[in-house]
């Protein structure tokens, strides 16, 4: 008889970690309810799909997937770096921008030290610093907006980095340069910002933080961004981060040598250069924020104003039931409960048609 072993014993933060929890997919839906003709408006994923451009390059590259991918990410360092005139040592990749959240917790956390984050705000965050033993303050926000002023007065000598969405997931409100530019005159020195802008090429307000300066003109500023979003190539994962040498070293030691895979590179290359996507991208995004907005404010709803794919809507009732009655007519969007937010939806802009099919839809549940 093999020796009875218990199982081993699980690190209490490690039990402690909750699991991340997507939009339903498309496909379960199917299952449950025997639907077809199904949109997801749950994910903020990019209702065109990705640039005609990304897909031939994942085509053309397929051939090649019994290589390992270039490590470095050369290809996309020279174009993005280019893109967004940076030099390209001040760029990391990841597998999603998912990957750096994590990694910047593994690079800069040590137990006990404290992270600053809104609240509600994206879940990542929270699990880095979980994993990395530290200790999370949540500021909540102002309005469903981060109220960088009370995030200053939380600083303390511990605090190693701070998490600002911009725009913020679930809320699509976003902070102002100025604002920014007063919460780092206020940081001790050693506390990394970490400006996560997952939406922002769908920003149109003057005001918003222009990182790149941010990120040149200080040592301790990292910006997130993603092609997941505007780029539509969600499902391959990858996002990138910038920042000072320095910080991109630190990162790039704690991160796996391949961890952003082949055809990954290869479309991102290609949706970077295929500009005509991205600007339609973006104008079907600015029209359907609006036609979203006016159509659920003319439901009697309220509207957040978002900068972002999503909007974030008071349903002034408990939102699983609008959700549930939602889904059974093949509509899938995200509930607030997740953020605390019992009676909002989180409902990400799609097309035209979507928006149309969406809203109509959403005054027969609430007015039967
Ligand atoms: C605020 C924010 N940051 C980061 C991400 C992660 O994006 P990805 O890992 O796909 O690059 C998301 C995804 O929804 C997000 O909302």
């Given at each position: 008889m093999p020796r009875q072993v218990p199982p081993p014993e699980i690190p209490p933060n490690i039990a402690s970690l909750r699991p991340y929890s997507p939009g339903k997919p498309i496909a379960e839906v199917e299952r449950e309810f025997g639907l077809t003709d199904i949109i997801k408006l749950a994910s903020n994923e990019n209702a065109l799909g990705p640039s005609p451009a990304a897909i031939d390059a994942i085509k053309a590259h397929?051939?090649?997937?019994?290589m390992y991918p270039d490590g470095g990410c050369h290809d996309l360092r020279q174009a993005l770096a280019l893109h967004l005139g940076v030099n390209p040592a001040e760029l990391t990749f990841g597998n999603g921008s998912d990957e750096i959240i994590h990694l910047l917790g593994l690079a800069f956390l040590r137990p006990g030290d404290q992270v600053i984050q809104g609240d509600?705000?994206?879940s990542r965050y929270e699990s880095a610093v979980t994993l990395g033993e530290g200790e999370c303050i949540k500021v909540p926000l102002r309005e469903w907006r981060y109220d960088l002023e009370a995030i200053a007065a939380a600083v303390s000598p511990r605090t190693r980095i701070v998490f600002i969405a911009?725009?913020?997931?679930?809320?699509?409100s976003y902070v102002t340069h100025a604002e920014v530019e007063r919460l780092l005159e206020r940081l001790p020195d050693g506390c990394v910002l970490c400006l996560d802008e997952a939406y922002y090429e769908y920003v149109d307000a003057p005001?918003?933080?222009d990182s790149v300066r941010f990120v040149q003109a200080r040592a301790n500023v990292v910006a997130l961004r993603t092609f997941s979003k505007l780029y539509g190539l969600a499902g391959l994962r990858v996002g990138y981060g910038m920042s000072r040498p320095e910080i991109i070293r630190a990162i790039e030691q704690v991160r796996e040598p391949f961890n952003v895979n082949h055809l990954a590179q290869a479309a991102a290359v290609a949706a970077l250069s295929d500009r005509q996507h991205a600007s339609l991208s973006r104008s079907m995004v600015a029209q359907g924020r609006q036609q979203l907005s006016d159509g659920l404010g003319a439901l009697g709803l309220i509207v957040w104003p978002s900068q972002a794919n999503f909007v974030w809507v008071d349903v002034l009732r408990p939102a699983k039931q609008v959700f549930d009655a939602l889904l059974r007519q093949g509509i899938i969007v995200r509930t607030g409960d997740a953020f605390g937010a019992d009676t909002f939806l989180r409902i990400t802009i799609g097309t035209k048609d979507q928006n149309a099919r969406l809203l109509d839809t959403m005054q027969k549940v609430l007015y039967p």
């Open positions: 397929a051939g090649d997937v019994h509600p705000t994206f911009n725009p913020n997931n679930p809320t699509g005001d918003y933080p």
